[in-house]
């Protein structure tokens, strides 16, 4: 099976930026659509961004023009580079990825353990 592992959380002061990292790992596997969703308290998770595989992007209207979504296929890694955060972006950051494994030529879809992001006002 595949295992999602993140980082890159903290707190930070309006305006500030932070960097998400999410690598995935296992064996005999490759990574289709990855996703950054969020969940803040007494919330829904939602949707933040998602890159495919060949690199096309979407973000919720939110976050457009602040974050920025991208991966590198060859490590098998997605990151979530958020910048003049605000208040409002503060909740657990969670990493979703899509995979298609050779062993049983499968779909699996996988999320990372959260990372929280704390932005003050």
């Known amino acids: 099976q595949v295992q999602l592992v993140e980082s890159g959380g903290g707190l930070v002061q309006a305006g500030g930026s932070l960097r998400l990292s999410c690598a995935a790992s296992?064996?005999?596997?490759?990574?289709?659509?990855m996703s950054w969703y969020r969940q803040a308290p007494g919330n829904q998770r939602a949707l933040v961004a998602t890159?495919?595989?060949?690199?096309?992007?979407n973000y919720v209207d939110s976050v457009k023009g602040r974050f920025t979504i991208s991966r590198d296929n060859a490590k098998n890694t997605v990151f979530l580079q958020m910048n003049s955060l605000k208040p409002e972006d503060t909740a657990v950051y969670y990493c979703?990825?899509?995979?298609?494994?050779?062993?049983?030529?499968?779909?699996?879809?996988?999320w990372g353990q959260g990372t929280q992001v704390t932005v003050s006002s």
């Open positions: 979703y990825a899509s995979t298609f494994e050779y062993s049983t030529s499968s779909t699996r879809n996988y």
């Open positions: 296992g064996r005999a596997f490759r990574l289709n659509v």
């Open positions: 890159i495919t595989s060949g690199g096309s992007t």
